[in-house]
């Protein structure tokens, strides 16, 4: 299964399938990039980064891919499970006098159907 | 155990009064921050501290105060002049190396407050 990000904020899929959330970033200035996990009522958790050098890069059954000449951040999740099952949020990153700040996407809804 | 602790997990306020809520990590940090979140949207940032007694405004910093006198602590006061202060507060850490603040940040479990 697969979002569009802001104008798909759901993604329904089936467990074993793989998942793909998408998220348009705003900052071309922009130079690294993190994807968050949120379950419901918690905090939001670090899944996965990459920096603007890179254009992929994998973790345990979770791959990012960035695309930066249309400015697309991809994660993939290989053999979703229902735990799996919560908010995706993509940040991004860019340098300002004061020091670095991470702005974030507003979330995709990933739910994983036994 | 290592981590980023707020309390309390659950608050309820009456309108006009002010509130704090705290955030205190062992991670060692020098950076800490405070977003707020609204049912089914992202983060918006509310005020941040690269350091210690200092700290920068955020995108939504109206209504709401902080101070920054230990490393460990970054409390977050809901003012009477917040408007709408019902939201899920998160607060959020990370480390300096090189003298740059590094941009993962680390989050707590979150704090939700009601205006009843």
């Known amino acids: 299964g697969e979002s569009v990000g802001l104008h798909l904020p759901t993604l329904s899929v089936q467990e074993g399938d793989n998942s793909i959330i998408n998220c348009a970033y705003s900052?071309?200035?922009?130079?690294?990039f993190i994807w968050y996990k949120q379950e419901s009522g918690k905090g939001p958790q670090f899944i996965i980064d990459?920096?603007?050098?890179?254009d992929k890069r994998q973790g345990q059954r979770v791959t990012v891919l960035l695309n930066k000449t249309v400015k697309h951040l991809s994660l993939q999740i290989a053999a979703t499970q229902p735990g799996d099952s919560a908010v995706y949020f993509c940040?991004?990153?860019?340098?300002?006098?004061?020091?670095?700040?991470?702005?974030f996407g507003e979330g995709t809804q990933l739910t994983v159907n036994p | 155990d290592g981590g980023i602790t707020q309390s309390p997990k659950y608050l309820f306020r009456k309108e006009g009064q002010n509130v704090t809520l705290s955030c205190e990590q062992n991670?060692?940090?020098?950076?800490m921050y405070w977003y707020r979140q609204d049912p089914g949207q992202g983060l918006r940032l509310i005020y941040y501290?690269?350091?210690?007694?200092?700290?920068q405004k955020g995108d939504i910093a109206e209504g709401y105060s902080v101070s920054r006198e230990k490393k460990e602590s970054f409390p977050l006061t809901v003012t009477s002049a917040q408007k709408n202060p019902t939201a899920f507060y998160l607060c959020?850490?990370?480390?300096?190396?090189?003298?740059?603040?590094?941009?993962?940040?680390?989050f707590g479990p979150g704090t939700r407050l009601t205006v009843l």
């Open positions: 940040a991004e990153s860019y340098k300002e006098t004061s020091g670095s700040r991470l702005t």
């Open positions: 959020a850490s990370s480390r300096r190396t090189g003298g740059r603040v590094t941009d993962t940040q680390y």
């Open positions: 900052n071309s200035a922009s130079d690294y």
């Open positions: 990459i920096r603007s050098n890179m």
């Open positions: 501290s690269q350091i210690v007694n200092d700290f």
């Open positions: 991670l060692n940090h020098d950076a």
